[in-house]
Nanobody, 121 residues
Framework: QVQLVESGGGLEQAGGSLRLSCSAS????????MGWYRQPPGKQRELVAV???????NYADSVKGRFTISRDNAKNTVHLQMNSLKPEDAAVYYC???????????????WGQGTQVTVSS
């Protein structure tokens, strides 16, 4: 079994910062792409940022220059540093990872349970 556990969400004022973390655990052999997605109220889930094992990143245009994604391959963790928060950043943020396990024996996408980010104006 694989679990992704997120932490670090909460309430922050516009202009402030939050740092999200996600830790993967279980029978993990390798993790390819890790990333963060978000789902604002009443909207579809959207990509925020992704990072591959080599450290290459991709960001949604709306967060470029404000958010930074990073990962620790040894600890199977991914982080999202969110600066200059805006009210429109408010959403449930989900961690995602493509993980190869001894049980499944191919890369499968796993999701965390989500963490709420609220930004007050």
């Amino acid at each position: 079994q694989v679990q992704l556990v997120e932490s670090g969400g909460g309430l922050e004022q516009a202009g402030g910062s939050l740092r999200l973390s996600c830790s993967a655990s279980g029978s993990i052999v390798s993790i390819n792409v890790m990333g963060w997605y978000r789902q604002p109220p009443g909207k579809q889930r959207e990509l925020v940022a992704v990072i591959n094992r080599g450290g290459s990143t991709n960001y949604a245009d709306s967060v470029k220059g404000r958010f930074t994604i990073s990962r620790d391959n040894a600890k199977n963790t991914v982080h999202l540093q969110m600066n200059s928060l805006k009210p429109e950043d408010a959403a449930v943020y989900y961690c995602n990872a493509d993980i190869y396990t001894l049980t499944i024996r191919y890369f499968k996408a796993y999701w965390g349970q989500g963490t709420q980010v609220t930004v007050s104006s």
